[in-house]
Each structure stands twice: as C-alpha cells, then as structure tokens.
C-alpha cells in the first residue's frame, strides 16, 4: 500500500508568514493528491484536489503543486483563520497530518 | 447546497456491530459519484474506511475489510456502515462525505461527523 509521509509534523509559525507543507508518497502517484485542513471539533475541509486544483471558495493563498511522490501545499500568507491541522490523501490513505501552530 | 448527516449509537459494546446511517439532502446519491465513510480516533489522524456507488459497488479499506459493510438506500437519499466484532480501537469519530467521481478520490462534502465509543 501507498504510504504518505507529511512534513514537518508540526510547525510554528506568524501571521503573515509563508509555510510550506510537504507530502512525500512512497511511490508515483501522478497528481492524484488532495489536501485537507482540520479545525478541532469540526470536519476536515477540502483545500486542494488533484494537487493543485483549488476547491471552490478556498482563499487563493492556498495553492498545492508537485507529482510523480512530492507535493507540497503553499499558504502564501497566514491569516488567524489558517492555525489548524493539515492532511495530504491519496486514494485510502491519508497523511499524517501536520500541526500549524501561533509562533 | 449539498448536506450530509451521521445518526446511530454513541455508544456500542465490545464484540458488538456498529451501526450508521448518513443522510444526505441537496443532492441525489442516485445523481453519482461515491460516497464515502472516514474516521478519527480521538487526537489521531484520519483514516479511510470504504466507499460506495449508487449502484452499491464498494471498495473498502484492506485493514478493515472483514468486517466492514457499506449499503446504500437510494429511496431514501442515505448509505449506511457497519463494522462488526468492534473493540475500543474503534472508538473514534465517524465521519460520512461525498467522494468523487473514483473511489477514495478525494472528499469534497463532509458531515459533522459523530463519536461512537466501544465499552461495556
């Protein structure tokens, strides 16, 4: 089974800031990649599918790009709102997750 | 505006089967694509349990194929799990949500996702 190893684990980081979050498949995986961000107590949301397609109404400071087994997600500059949790997916298989936290 | 709704047990005995339905409105499950069911246990990451078709294809995570079933009612716009001989690794938030045009595509409408504990 395809494995998807995110990094960093987790991450701190101020407003304004630009991140980058990676995601690396064991194996290619074409552009087949989808990007999710978690808020505690809620559901995860749709950011990016097909690596670097942005879902509808998804600020444009998230962006997502990569194939073949590296992708990474882009948030250009955080806003307050984008402190959460972060997982890549591909097919059944979801990374770990990655924790943006307030430096 | 397409909605979807997990209802069944909070709480289910060890052994025992664990029952969901999700009900979605806004959308007809006749209409395509998959859908799908995911869960959480508590502070962990998310993992994928199955998906179905209207026309009741199913793909399931290899980890809990043995004792997961998904169904689907397409009379009353709802898809339903069950994961039998559960135990306390099972405890975790469920979550029922749209998949896409393939199975485990990606998730794009998801419900608020409900927490089901496995104790005596």
């Known amino acids: 089974a395809i494995q998807l190893t995110q990094s960093p684990s987790s991450l701190s980081a101020s407003v304004g800031d630009r991140v980058t979050i990676t995601c690396r498949a064991s194996?290619?995986?074409?552009?087949?990649l989808a990007w999710y961000q978690q808020k505690p107590g809620k559901a995860p949301k749709l950011l990016i599918y097909?690596?670097?397609s942005l879902e509808s109404g998804v600020p444009s400071r998230f962006s997502g790009s990569g194939s073949g087994t590296d992708f990474t997600l882009t948030i250009s500059s955080l806003q307050p709102e984008d402190f959460a949790t972060y997982y890549c997916?591909?097919?059944?298989?979801f990374g770990q997750g990655t924790k943006l936290e307030i430096k | 505006q397409v909605q979807l709704q997990e209802s069944g047990p909070g709480l289910v005995k060890p052994s025992e089967t664990l029952s969901l339905t999700c009900a979605v409105s806004?959308?007809?499950?006749?209409?395509?694509?998959?859908w799908g069911w995911i869960r959480q246990p508590p502070g962990k990451g998310l993992e994928w349990i199955g998906s179905?078709?209207?026309?009741?294809?199913?793909y399931y995570n290899p980890s809990l194929k043995s004792r997961v079933t998904i169904s689907v009612d397409t009379s009353k716009n709802q898809f339903s799990l069950k994961l039998s001989s559960v135990t306390a690794a099972d405890t975790a938030v469920y979550y029922c949500?749209?998949?896409?045009?393939?199975?485990?595509?990606?998730?794009?409408?998801w419900g608020q996702g409900t927490l089901v504990t496995v104790s005596s």
């Open positions: 949500a749209r998949d896409s045009l393939v199975a485990a595509g990606y998730f794009d409408y």
């Open positions: 806004g959308y007809s499950i006749s209409s395509g694509y998959y």
């Open positions: 179905i078709y209207h026309s009741g294809s199913t």
């Open positions: 194996q290619g995986i074409s552009s087949a």
């Open positions: 097909d690596a670097s």
């Open positions: 997916q591909h097919s059944g298989t």
